[in-house]
């Protein structure tokens, strides 16, 4: 479970956070949902200990993310951030295998191969394994990414907007590993989307934020509805039924 | 792929032996055997032994340099390196004058020109990474800033020497290899050793820090840390060299752009031995050439500085800033 308790965050002088309290249950999917500048992404980089909040707290599992050693937490917490550029050259193996640092400190034995193997097949890479991640397209490397984070084998991962930059069938594509990793992997998938149909077609739980509170929390059948997100959003929002799941339709 | 990287490596190794044994025995003008045959060898071993250490200093510092900068265009020099070494010697020249100099000269000197480069890194990385805007780039831009604060010092105080002071001074701001001190070398090679070995056994830290910052704290690195133990590591390496043969600007540069090809990949347990070695076999080879064939020892800075820094441009050009 990840617990937030009492957390805010101020830059300079712009308001950014809180003061948020949120439980995020063990398994599933849960998804931030909110207007530009709602503090989606500040919450999620806290929790990940990317970033220190002013005050309050969050435990991940029964870990303090400040206080606790960055290794251990690293053991069960991964986060995965949208802008991803650096200069070293390395192949898609190579990435996936420094997602096993926390474990192996380098010396990849077995059980770390097969972790990476198992992380490859999970997101087809399989086949692109030994190409450098500077020849990929960019959805592909979006997915070498989320390999990197799964092979972390970590019981939390959070993903700061995994969609970002994707086409349609790429970002259907990445719902369905990251909905398939809390299935069959048994992780907490936290995932920050833009799309809040994304949100309504794959998360257990939806939390809606607005000016850096907590607007809503629940499962997305509760979450998205025309009251709701026209609420959140600011803008006119009805909901109609597809599949037996929500979709909201704000085009007009 | 590994097979290929170790015939690269054995490669580019067998050329630095090579290059090495070609400066020791070529065009000995002493009768082979005698005594000065073999006081001209043990001079030129001093040169070799010059070449390996700056060879060493330049290419594995700015390899790791890159990595935690995370750039490939920077290098050591960027952070006011070449222009604090500038006006210690200047600064020396102008205060005691350029006897007081010429008679210090020595091991002790090298070692506080040395120890003074690495503290004001270390304060300099120190104080910048404790502040709360804590970013790498305010860091080079710091360093930049300095380095023409010291350039125009040493310049200020050039124009107030004495041509024969400022003729002193010119001779010592350029890098020789030939007339490096001797006395001082096992203290370099001692230093490279130790260097070398906390980096070797920090190399996959250096892959992880390489990533970036958020990558690297999500894998359990402590960031900040990292980068600045191998901040200072570089500029211990770094003064060794300069302390040793005076600043050479791009010559990490070209060493490391060369590994990075040469190698394809990233990966520090392959980088680092491989801008060892390229560093060497360049650096030797280019010595051979320029002082045994051409006769232009004197000239061997200016020639790698020419070519270094045409690569520089060309690869600006090519790339752009990245």
């Not at chain 2, 100099?101 to 990474?129: H, P, R």
């Not at chain 2, 190698?263 to 390229?278: C, F, I, K």
């Not at chain 2, 030797?284 to 061997?300: E, P, T």
């Not at chain 2, 800075?301 to 600006?316: A, D, K």
Request: net charge positive.
């Amino acid at each position: 479970m990840i617990t937030v308790s009492n957390l805010t965050k101020r830059y300079g002088s712009v308001h950014a956070l809180g003061p948020v309290d949120l439980e995020i249950p063990r398994g599933g999917v849960t998804a931030l949902i909110g207007p530009n500048g709602a503090g989606k992404s500040t919450m999620l980089t806290i929790i990940g200990r990317l970033l220190s909040g002013d005050s309050g707290r969050v435990e991940v599992g029964d870990l303090d993310v400040v206080t606790a050693d960055s290794r251990e937490l690293a053991k069960k917490l991964a986060i995965l951030r949208q802008e991803n550029h650096f200069v070293a050259r390395l192949t898609v193996r190579q990435l996936v295998g420094l997602g096993r640092f926390p474990h192996s400190r380098g010396r990849m034995r077995p059980d770390d191969v097969e972790a990476v193997d198992l992380a490859l097949e999970f997101l087809d890479l399989t086949p692109l394994q030994d190409r450098f991640l500077d020849e990929l397209s960019g959805g592909q490397r979006q997915r070498a990414y989320v390999a990197m984070v799964l092979a972390q084998q970590t019981d939390y991962v959070l993903l700061d907007e995994p969609l970002n930059n994707l086409d349609m069938r790429h970002a259907v594509t990445m719902m369905r590993q990251l909905r398939r990793a809390a299935d069959e992997l048994g992780r907490t998938v936290v995932v920050v989307v833009h799309d809040v149909n994304f949100a309504a077609a794959y998360a257990d739980l939806v939390v809606a934020m607005v000016d850096g509170r907590i607007a809503h929390v629940g499962p997305a059948r509760e979450v998205i509805t025309p009251y709701v997100l026209t609420e959140v959003f600011g803008t006119p929002v009805d909901v109609i039924e597809h599949r037996d799941r929500p979709v909201a339709v704000y085009y007009h | 792929m590994r097979s290929s990287y170790r015939a690269r490596l054995i490669g580019i190794s067998v050329l630095a032996i090579l290059a090495a044994v070609a400066i020791l025995f070529y065009g000995n003008p002493a009768p082979a055997g005698s005594r000065g045959y073999w006081t001209i060898v043990e001079s030129r071993m001093v040169s070799v032994g010059t070449i390996l250490i700056v060879a060493f200093c330049h290419g594995v510092g700015t390899v790791v340099f890159h990595a935690v900068t995370n750039n490939r265009i920077l290098t050591p020099s960027i952070l006011g390196f070449d222009a604090l070494y500038r006006v210690i010697q200047t600064g020396l020249v102008f205060f005691f004058g350029a006897g007081a100099v010429a008679a210090s000269d020595g091991l002790l000197k090298v070692v506080v020109q040395s120890v003074l480069m690495v503290a004001f890194a270390t304060l300099l990385y120190g104080w910048l990474f404790s502040g709360t805007h804590a970013s790498l780039h305010v860091l080079l831009l710091v360093g930049v800033v300095l380095g023409m604060g010291f350039s125009s010092l040493s310049t200020f105080m050039q124009r107030l020497l004495t041509p024969s002071e400022f003729d002193i001074l010119t001779a010592r701001l350029f890098g020789h290899i030939s007339v490096s001190n001797v006395a001082y070398l096992p203290w370099g090679a001692l230093v490279c050793v130790i260097v070398g070995a906390i980096l070797w056994r920090r190399r996959h830290v250096l892959d992880v820090v390489s990533l970036g910052r958020e990558t690297a704290i999500s894998l359990g690195v402590a960031y900040r840390r990292e980068v600045v133990i191998a901040l200072v590591l570089v500029a211990v390496l770094i003064s060794v060299s300069t302390s040793l043969v005076g600043p050479m600007t791009f010559l990490g540069f070209v060493v490391a752009l060369l590994t990075y090809q040469i190698v394809g990949s990233s990966e520090h347990t392959r980088t680092l031995p491989m801008a060892a070695a390229v560093g060497a076999s360049t650096l030797l080879i280019a010595y051979f050439i320029l002082r045994h064939l051409f006769y232009a020892a004197g000239l061997i800075n200016v020639i790698i500085e020419l070519v270094g820094g045409l690569v520089f441009l060309g690869y600006l050009l090519r790339k752009g800033l990245r």
